[in-house]
């Protein structure tokens, strides 16, 4: 009866003890939480910056909002709706409508060890406005306040600030910043040790070094080919070349640029990556359609598509201005991403794929080879536009990054273009030299042709003014020598009991100055000047000369003479100097025999005239040596030869070439 009176009051008692057990546990935690920071309950939340070696991605860390593009105060920033988000949606581009926006970061940090801990800290590259807030957790909106820049900013990296956190200090760290208007846009934010600050610059800089040494050697490449184009034009003054070494010059700089200054957190990096690597594009595009225009000669040669380049050029320039406009003066990227990767691009894509159907439908070797390597570059072109769109490939490790480099890709395109281009330059200048070759050969025989015409007509006017002379001669001249020898001899025959020897002076000089005469209108006369003209006249002379003398002459013609031209001056000569050896004969020689052979050899005309004489005595020289050296004279004014021998009486040899 005791015990069930009591049982109540003991299980009250027993509940009680509970109580104030659980009580008392529950302040002894609360006051070790307090003394230790909670740790444990809170490790997602806060970043402890003692544990950080080297560098810390913070992404798992951060909370995130968005709002106006503007500068946030510290009262808006504290605001602002802060939530987490997925990371990989930030990485490694931005979304298009947050590069519009002022994004914003909140990070939690603290520094559980018994010295100050001084670390930077980065959003990524390609930053704008960066703006850092400091606050204590405790009271946030009564501690929060900004970090001055002269303060914070690294004299290392532009794009990282200096943050410090006293010994077992908490603070709350809220960051503002613009995204640059460029989808090459990268977040990575980072805690980085200061003192490690430089091997992580460097890390960024030279993540890829075999992408950038390919970069360089293709810069380098394009260099050689601005110095090449440029020694070309002044040595040919070809304008093309000039425009090929813009285009040249822009793709260089592209590169170049492009890989050096890669990360750089500076407003001219800034500038380069929103607006001055597109438009160095769009002008170097422009200037190859020019080059393409005249090293091909659209204008005469493919009239259609002179007026499509010409009109695709001003095309591009309104593209390119109207994209200008929107940068400078509006804070759109969406519409500037559209316009650059959309359109202008596609636009490109599509005045490269008509010049390949024109050049293929031409079947030109030198458009072949123009085409070849614009479909290089388009193909590689698209594949470039492809991965700065977001296609990647599934590659790992160094690989990744080579395979999935747009840039790399353009660069194959704009190689492959170029040993296209040198090969169809190749082609042209080996096609233009032959042009050239022929060119002069027909402008030599051209002027060969007129000047041969000329000489023709020279000698033609020349054997017409002979003809006319020995015409004259003949009918004047030669019809008064007969009338004087006539008339001499009718004087003789009248006074033929009286004898006058002037009157047989006279009627002899008659009778030689009509032989000379008649000579004379031979050798002039144009109708003569043949070869077989000339032996069928030395052979009448001989004949004729040695008719009425008791020297018997023989001549010796060949069976048969081919029809060969020779000129008036040379059957001059040669029949004078024949003339002048038979009179020698007659008078000095006291032969009876005269041989005379006429030879044709070798494009030869050799004369041999001998006789049966006394040969010629070297005492008595003298008194005919006028005559030899009259005959050597003339015959070696027609580049023959002339030579005297004795053998059973004397030998002389006419020599001459036909």
């Not at 802060?82 to 581009?93: A, E, I, S, V, Y």
């Not at 690597?277 to 005249?294: C, K, N």
């Amino acid at each position: 009866m005791y015990f069930t009176k009591s049982l109540p009051l003991c299980m009250s008692f027993t509940k009680t003890s509970v109580l104030i057990r659980f009580v008392c546990c529950a302040t002894i935690i609360f006051l070790v939480g307090i003394n230790t920071g909670f740790p444990q309950a809170t490790d997602s939340n806060w970043l402890d910056v003692s544990k950080v070696r080297f560098q810390k991605l913070l992404s798992k860390h951060c909370e995130y909002a968005e709002g106006p593009k503007k500068l946030m105060t510290a009262g808006e920033i504290i605001s602002q709706p802060f939530q987490k988000r997925d990371f990989k949606t930030l990485h490694p581009g931005i979304p298009l409508h947050l590069i519009e926006k002022n994004f914003m970061m909140r990070i939690r940090a603290w520094n559980s060890s018994d010295t100050i801990e001084e670390f930077y800290f980065t959003p990524g590259y390609y930053a704008r406005n960066l703006v850092i807030f400091k606050a204590d957790p405790s009271d946030i909106a009564g501690t929060i306040h900004k970090i001055p820049d002269s303060i914070s900013r690294s004299t290392i990296y532009s794009g990282c600030r200096l943050l410090k956190l006293a010994p077992g200090e908490k603070a709350v760290y809220y960051v503002s910043l613009n995204f640059i208007r460029t989808n090459a846009n990268s977040f990575s934010p980072y805690f980085i040790e200061k003192d490690f600050l430089r091997y992580w610059l460097k890390n960024v800089k030279h993540r890829n070094p075999l992408a950038d040494i390919i970069t360089y050697i293709i810069a380098g490449i394009l260099l050689l080919m601005i110095f090449y184009s440029l020694a070309v034009y002044l040595q040919s003054r070809n304008k093309e070349f000039i425009f090929y070494s813009v285009y040249a010059l822009c793709s260089t700089i592209l590169f170049f640029v492009k890989s050096y200054a890669i990360s750089e957190s500076n407003e001219w990096n800034y500038l380069y990556e929103e607006y001055l690597d597109f438009m160095i594009m769009g002008l170097g595009v422009y200037f190859y359609l020019i080059f393409v225009r005249r090293f091909i000669n659209t204008k005469e040669d493919h009239p259609s598509m002179e007026k499509f380049l010409r009109v695709a050029q001003w095309i591009l320039v309104g593209f390119l201005g109207i994209f200008s406009t929107i940068y400078f003066f509006t804070d759109q990227f969406v519409i500037l991403y559209v316009l650059e990767n959309y359109i202008i691009k596609v636009y490109m894509f599509g005045i490269g794929v008509v010049f390949v159907w024109y050049s293929l439908k031409k079947k030109d070797k030198l458009l072949n080879y123009l085409a070849a390597g614009n479909f290089a570059l388009l193909a590689f072109s698209v594949v470039s536009l492809l991965l700065l769109l977001g296609v990647k490939f599934n590659k790992s490790g160094e690989l990744a990054s080579i395979f999935n480099n747009g840039l790399l890709y353009y660069e194959v395109g704009i190689v492959l273009e170029l040993m296209f281009f040198l090969s169809g330059l190749a082609y042209k200048n080996r096609r233009d030299l032959t042009e050239r070759v022929q060119e002069r050969e027909r402008f030599k025989l051209e002027n060969e042709r007129k000047e041969f015409e000329k000489q023709i007509a020279i000698v033609t006017t020349r054997q017409e003014e002979r003809d006319r002379i020995s015409a004259d001669m003949h009918d004047e001249l030669g019809s008064g020598m007969t009338a004087i020898r006539l008339m001499s001899e009718i004087v003789r025959t009248r006074m033929k009991d009286q004898a006058f020897p002037e009157l047989e002076k006279i009627s002899n000089s008659a009778n030689d100055l009509l032989g000379k005469m008649n000579s004379i209108i031979w050798t002039m006369k144009s109708s003569n000047d043949t070869l077989e003209s000339l032996v069928a006249y030395l052979r009448s002379h001989a004949l004729e000369y040695f008719e009425s003398t008791p020297i018997v002459c023989r001549v010796q013609v060949p069976e048969h003479i081919p029809p060969t031209v020779m000129s008036g001056e040379k059957r001059r000569n040669i029949f004078l100097s024949v003339k002048e050896s038979l009179n020698n004969i007659l008078k000095h020689a006291h032969a009876t025999e005269v041989t005379i052979q006429i030879i044709l050899k070798e494009k030869q005309l050799i004369i041999k005239v001998s006789d049966n004489g006394v040969g010629i005595d070297t005492e008595k020289l003298r008194r005919f040596g006028n005559g030899l050296s009259n005959m050597k004279r003339r015959m070696e004014s027609i580049q023959g030869d002339f030579m005297v021998e004795n053998d059973r009486g004397s030998v002389i040899t006419f020599v001459s070439p036909l």
